[in-house]
């Protein structure tokens, strides 16, 4: 066992702060990675401050962070896929058993046995639950380490790891590619990547927006057009039109307004969690045969798809750099949806704590 630097939360109520955590000295099967880079999820907030208690309550301290971009330090003597130096990445996911009908099928996300990067038991009993990337360093089992396209700009590839493989898997999923006509709903951290994503893979992206102001950034990130939601007349033109619509936006909305925009057979898929619980009438979804879905991030194998397609197409998120030290004021600015697009952390920053 060796101690780290970090930045946690001690309560619901205080706000992150330096201090040092335990981690576990690096097993056969462990890679050890130096720590260079770590997004900043909305779930971070949501876990720091305990606001899903009802479902996965905090225990503290708390060291959030899920979307890791590092540099390999350490290797176990029955590692095979890493070598110190290689460029690394760690999503939402630490370890799996990789052997249960779930993972086999590629849902590792949804594996009993699956522990997520922080707040989740921590099988090796190092602390009482898992510590995440607001650190120094980070020791995973070798099957969740990921490979980052050395293309890619660090700090951008960071975000990729949740907010590009939650967007990822469910344009995957339906297909989508040319001849597609594929609608973003919202434009932030998640939203910005599913243009990117479904630009690249071929398809005509609709961007829908409550304001005219995001047409130029919509644009200038891949999208065809920007439909204003606020506008019926607008919106009535795209009824039965769309293969797939993808709804980002965790705060409360109309959800139906959507729903009559897809064409028989479409798909709308949630990814964002509105805090209110939705109100859909069968009829919006049985004339049609259109569907309802959730999806939640992606299994190891599809991850490492994810990232190996935007190092193809030179995709990162777009982001603002911040040193550790601006954690608490960056926090009040996602709430505020005051960045464009995602937060990156600079992790050399931690040092000088």
Not at 12 to 21: D, G, H, M, R, V
Not at 35 to 55: K, T, V
Request: proline share 5%; aromatic share 6%; net charge negative.
């Amino acid at each position: 066992m060796y101690s780290t630097k970090a930045y946690a939360a001690s309560s619901p109520q205080s706000q992150l702060a330096a201090t040092t955590i335990p981690r576990r000295t690096p097993t056969d099967l462990d890679v050890q990675i130096e720590i260079l880079f770590c997004g900043i999820c909305h779930s971070d907030i949501h876990q720091a401050r305990d606001e899903w208690h009802e479902i996965m309550p905090t225990v503290y301290p708390c060291v959030p962070g899920h979307e890791i971009v590092g540099r390999v330090s350490k290797i176990g003597s029955g590692v095979t896929k890493f070598a110190v130096g290689d460029l690394v990445g760690v999503g939402c996911l630490v370890a799996s058993d990789h052997s249960c009908p779930i993972c086999v099928e590629g849902f590792d996300q949804f594996s009993p046995s699956a522990t997520f990067t922080y707040n989740s038991p921590d099988k090796h009993e190092t602390a009482p639950v898992t510590y995440g990337g607001y650190s120094d360093s980070i020791v995973v089992e070798e099957g969740a380490v990921l490979k980052v396209p050395s293309n890619l700009d660090l700090a951008g590839a960071a975000p990729l790891l949740c907010a590009g493989i939650t967007t990822y898997s469910p344009l995957k999923r339906n297909g989508v590619g040319p001849g597609k006509k594929v609608g973003i709903v919202g434009l932030g951290g998640l939203g910005h990547m599913g243009v990117k994503l479904a630009h690249a893979m071929g398809a005509h992206v609709s961007v829908f927006s409550r304001t005219p102001s995001k047409k130029e950034d919509a644009a200038r990130l891949g999208a065809d057009e920007v439909i204003l939601s606020t506008d019926a007349n607008e919106m009535a033109q795209h009824v039965d039109s769309f293969d797939m619509i993808l709804d980002t936006v965790s705060a409360d909305h109309d959800v139906n307004a959507y729903l009559t925009l897809l064409r028989r057979g479409g798909n709308m898929t949630l990814v964002g969690v509105p805090s209110k619980p939705l109100s859909i009438p069968s009829f919006a979804l049985i004339f049609g045969n259109k569907s309802l879905s959730g999806s939640m991030i992606g299994g190891f194998a599809e991850t490492q798809e994810m990232l190996d397609f935007c190092g193809e197409h030179n995709i990162t998120s777009d982001v603002e750099v911040i040193a550790i030290q601006q954690i608490n004021e960056a926090y009040e600015r996602v709430l505020k949806s005051d960045v464009k697009y995602r937060f990156s952390i600079d992790m050399a920053s931690l040092k000088s704590e």
